[in-house]
């Protein structure tokens, strides 16, 4: 299923994954116009592409290691770090150890549903 705009209860298990890509899974857990909440399944070797948006993004590191790119500076992230990737700055990442990150972004990010 999807998840529906303003949803207060969302379970994980009842959330579909859409595949964005080689080794990347993404669902939408909750979101409101003002916030969103998405969590991303990596497959060791995973790239996210350097990428920016309009939106100001904290990223949640939940399992696993990842090369991230911010702004042009590289760092290596594991479970329990978290990442602010303000509006407009380019970021990517590439997966080292099999690993999930939970993405807050604002407002939410419509292209996304």
């Known amino acids: 299923m999807k998840t529906e705009k303003n949803n207060v209860w ?3 298990r009842d959330v579909d994954a859409e595949n964005c890509g080689e080794g990347v899974y993404r669902k939408i857990m909750a979101y ?3 916030i969103m909440c998405v969590e991303n399944r990596f497959a060791k070797g995973a790239v ?13 590191v939940a399992a696993g290691a990842f090369e991230f790119e911010i702004d042009g500076e590289k760092k ?3 479970a329990g770090d978290v990442l602010l ?3 407009g700055v380019e970021h990517g990442c590439v997966c080292l ?3 999930i990150l939970v993405d807050i972004f604002t407002p939410m990010r419509e292209e996304f549903v």
């Open 97 to 99: 150890e099999e690993g």
């Open 48 to 60: 996210g592409a350097l990428h920016s948006h309009p939106h100001t993004q904290v990223t949640y």
């Open 32 to 34: 409101a116009d003002e």
């Open 85 to 87: 990737k303000r509006n």
């Open 10 to 12: 969302n379970y994980n």
């Open 76 to 78: 290596v992230v594991r």
